[in-house]
């Protein structure tokens, strides 16, 4: 099972990423996905989660409006769409399958003017 996060870059505040995690070894659908984040000098947060058809979303109160998970079950990959970034989004943002218990390596999101 691996997991590979990709979008992460440097950005200024009001700006917009889409962070990509590609799935390999299983199949997506079958779990439930989750993007996490560490902001530097903090402990890994839970930010947003979707069900495994994609029904169901569910996001950390500070970036409801902002940000929106969704996945490609056929491409195997789930998406974190961030827009209207702020400089507390700045961290190593990480996507996790529920189901198998899995993280990937992170992707640098740095929102700085």
């Known amino acids: 099972v691996q997991l590979v996060e990709s979008g992460g870059a440097l950005v200024q505040p009001g700006g917009s990423l889409r962070l990509s995690c590609a799935a390999s070894?299983?199949?997506?659908?079958?779990?439930?996905m989750m993007w996490y984040r560490q902001p530097p000098g903090k402990g890994r947060e839970w930010v947003a989660s979707i069900s495994s058809a994609g029904g169901i979303t569910n996001y950390v109160d500070s970036v409801k409006g902002r940000f929106t998970i969704s996945r490609d079950n056929a491409l195997n990959t789930v998406y974190l769409q961030m827009n209207h970034l702020k400089v507390e989004d700045t961290a190593v943002y990480y996507c996790?399958?529920?189901?198998?218990?899995?993280w990937g390596q992170g992707t640098q999101v740095t929102v700085s003017s």
């Open positions: 070894g299983f199949t997506l659908s079958s779990s439930t």
């Open positions: 996790y399958a529920l189901a198998r218990g899995s």
